[in-house]
């Protein structure tokens, strides 16, 4: 009777990590911020939903280029972008000295928002990618909503990877939401990175958008092609 009342005593339960080292606790820690940032984006859906691109065939008209609107654009909203998630880990971080917890150090907290930086840029030209696509705002709500959903839920954001088949796990290693999770985990375990890959994710999503607004530009509201 005694073994079996101290049964939770004869043996001890060693986590040694689910994904990239880390813990089921911090893999989740990872994974949802890696959601709010792919939703924080919605924020902007009033003014990044492209419409009918009237001014850009304005600007167009006076010599201002795809390339440029693009530029000016992207940049504008990555740095509004960047600022709202800063307000919101210095509102994260006033809470949690509030509740009691210890605060890591400056130099920590700014490895962090470095090691985070090509997460930030990559969701903000998807996210600008996206908006471009859609004429209303009520579609490009939906389709940033629930393709940002589906690529979480694809990259391992809800789920550790190795919950999912061989060949699903093998994807999300690719995916940008799968190499973004790659990237957070060197928060935690001081890793390497995906950055060089979620750049080059980046610079894909921009040149994507600047291929749609050249069609907008000439009338058809599609990609346009290189002749």
């Not at 339960?13 to 893999?27: A, K, M, P």
């Not at 960047?82 to 919101?88: D, H, K, N, Q, S």
């Not at 490895?111 to 579609?139: G, I, Q, Y």
């Amino acid at each position: 009777m005694q073994l079996v009342l101290a049964r939770n005593r004869v043996y001890t339960l060693e986590e040694l990590g689910i994904s990239q080292g880390l813990t089921l606790g911090q893999h989740l820690a990872l994974g949802i911020l890696m959601v709010f940032l792919m939703l924080a984006a919605l924020c902007y859906s009033p003014v990044l939903v492209g419409g009918e691109h009237t001014l850009s065939r304005l600007l167009a008209s006076r010599g201002v280029g795809a390339g440029k609107q693009i530029l000016a654009e992207l940049g504008s909203f990555l740095v509004s972008f960047g600022l709202l998630i800063l307000c919101a880990g210095v509102f994260v971080l006033i809470a949690a000295h509030l509740g009691g917890f210890s605060l890591p150090s400056a130099k920590t907290l700014l490895s962090w928002m470095w090691t985070a930086l090509p997460v930030v840029v990559m969701v903000a030209a998807w996210s600008f990618f996206l908006f471009s696509l859609a004429k209303e705002l009520v579609s490009g709500v939906l389709l940033v909503a629930l393709l940002s959903l589906a690529l979480c839920f694809a990259g391992g954001c809800m789920y550790p990877a190795s919950f999912f088949p061989d060949a699903i796990r093998q994807v999300s290693r690719f995916l940008p939401t799968g190499l973004a999770m790659d990237q957070l985990s060197c928060c935690v375990t001081g890793g390497q990175g995906s950055a060089g890959w979620l750049f080059l994710y980046s610079a894909g999503f921009a040149a994507l958008t600047w291929l749609h607004r050249i069609g907008c530009i000439r009338g058809g509201g599609g990609i346009a092609t290189l002749e």
